[in-house]
């Protein structure tokens, strides 16, 4: 068969249509969306030569347009806010390996990954990402403040999932760690060492550290010993700001023995303070920090740490996530924490 000669405008002007390549080859445009698509259906030299001049011609399947036609999107949108405040930044370890396990959760689950960041002031923007149909279903990584413009977006019927601590009166989803027994095993194992004058640094404002710190109040009122209000030092999830914090904390001259921090990331940073101030880790000042990071174990001295399954994490999160996507309830879960216990702790014998 002869292939008609036609004329194209610029293709700067005009991206090239199935109809056009239909019109080229003498052919239906069903044809032609058959053969671009590999159908049996379609004599092989037919096929061949449409998907041949389909690639002459720059012209590539739309997957993602004929998926939302379908219904079949497999895209999920990974979302890092924005904190305003902390400019926490997508590099930070916490995030790169939540990031990780994500994706091999996706990929499972044969689910294209979308990482996008919305300001955490304004979450309710990032609804936008599933009505513009970018996104088939959304996973955002931290409450910070906003617990209500998370309900508000359930109400809307988003499919989303946070990864975020369980809240009184919540309407969506959480995926998080048991941050209560964390900070009530990380505050126990220092007043387990003899420790009465144990400094929590984070910042109370977001949900997560707030139940961390009301697991360290309450091993305190376990062990009959009472809590200095001194010994709290505000401090974001940053690692400059959080050495901010520390250096403030200690020209102040307020004595620690230990140290229970919201992070591994902000602890290292801390442990960093104490050794400038001369003083010793773990001799002097025990340390635990929360997350158990990879850095965590090869830092000096390695960090004891409350260990959050992050692989786990991953796959829990898209679990939930399916769920809501075929309009079914998804229950928040709350995942174990324990104990990794090294030498930024205890001396190594």
Sequence with gaps: MVLKRMAFP???KRKIQMSDIARLAGVSTATVSRALNGSELINDETRVRIQ???RSLNYSINVRAKNLRLGDDRTIAVVIPRDQASKQHVSDPF???MLGSLADALT???YDLLLSRVDADHLGDLAALYDSGRASGIIVI???RHHDQLNEMALRRVPFVVWGAQLAGQLY??????NRSGGQLATAHLLGLGRRRIAFLGDTDLPEVAQRHEGYLLAHQQHGVAVDPALHIPAPFTAGEAQAAMQAFMQHGVKLDGLFAASDLIAMNAMGVLVGHGLDVPRDVSVVGYDDIEAAAHCHPPLTTIRQSIELAGAE????LRLLMQGKPAAPRVLATSLQIRQSSIAAR
């Design 10 to 12: 610029d293709p700067d």
């Design 52 to 54: 041949e001049l389909a």
């Design 95 to 97: 995030f790169l390996g």
């Design 108 to 110: 499972d689950q044969q």
């Design 142 to 144: 931290g409450q910070w």
């Design 173 to 178: 989803c959480s995926v998080g760690s048991d």
């Design 317 to 320: 999160m898209v679990d939930c």
